[in-house]
């Protein structure tokens, strides 16, 4: 029973292609996470949604896009990809109420390589 | 938020106590420490919380001294499946729209 589940785990693309990575979660969350894991590890917070509402948007490039069909469901559109795109991109959701402060859950990543 | 500061990285064996140490001098009242846990192709975990004193369950200990100006995760005896990224997290992002603040980690090594 995957809790936080991604699509694809490996993406290999290039320069300038539009590119999609789907995120589903079951735990029945409000609330889902986009972050950026860089090259050298550095793990950022992209966007929040809750109930299919944009909560976050941290100054990330207009060619990403998020988009929540329903709760269960965040994805992110990648448009024009450029090379410093290239990253491990983590899915996350957690509770709004009854859960534990501070924790969230993540998916295990899709790793984007762009050539 | 507070800042944090933790090794880069530390080295073990199995079977061996490991302890990694979290500074936040600027932590605030209403901020809790939390420590995340991120194996290797993995998302991070989040493996125990703590707002003061010792906190414990089943996979790590949490102390936290009285000024809470700092704390110390525990793993006790290590096994090899222990290597992994330790984030130590100071804040209260509450139980909704968290934007959790991750720093660079400890590398945990655990060698045979």
């Known amino acids: 029973d995957t809790a936080v589940s991604q699509t694809p785990k490996y993406l290999v693309t290039q320069m300038g292609n539009d590119k999609s990575i789907k995120c589903e979660q079951n735990?029945?969350?409000?609330?889902m996470y986009w972050y950026k894991q860089d090259s050298k590890k550095f793990l950022k917070i992209m966007f929040s949604?809750?109930?299919?509402?944009?909560?976050i948007n941290e100054t990330v490039p207009n060619r990403f896009s998020p988009k929540s069909p329903d709760k269960a469901h965040l994805n992110l559109h990648i448009n024009s990809l450029e090379l410093g795109d290239s990253a491990v991109y983590f899915c996350?959701?957690?509770?709004?109420?009854?859960?534990?402060?501070?924790?969230?859950?993540f998916g295990p990543g899709t790793r984007l390589t762009v050539l | 938020l507070a800042k944090t500061t933790q090794p880069i990285s530390m080295d073990s064996y199995e079977g061996q106590e490991v302890n990694i140490t979290c500074s936040h001098n600027?932590?605030?009242?209403?901020?809790?420490i939390t420590w995340y846990q991120q194996f290797p192709s993995q998302g991070p975990r989040f493996i125990i919380q703590?707002?003061?004193t010792k906190v414990t369950n089943e996979v790590a200990s949490l102390f936290i001294p009285a000024d809470r100006k700092s704390s110390t995760l525990s793993l006790p005896r290590v096994s090899l499946s222990d290597t992994a990224v330790y984030y130590c997290?100071?804040?209260?992002?509450?139980?909704?729209?968290?934007?959790?603040?991750f720093g660079t980690g400890t590398r945990l090594l655990v060698s045979p």
């Open positions: 735990l029945g969350h409000d609330t």
């Open positions: 703590g707002y003061k």
């Open positions: 996350a959701s957690s509770p709004v109420i009854s859960g534990r402060r501070n924790e969230q859950f």
């Open positions: 600027n932590i605030a009242t209403n901020d809790y």
């Open positions: 997290l100071v804040g209260d992002y509450g139980t909704g729209f968290q934007k959790l603040v």
């Open positions: 949604y809750n109930n299919k509402e944009l909560i």
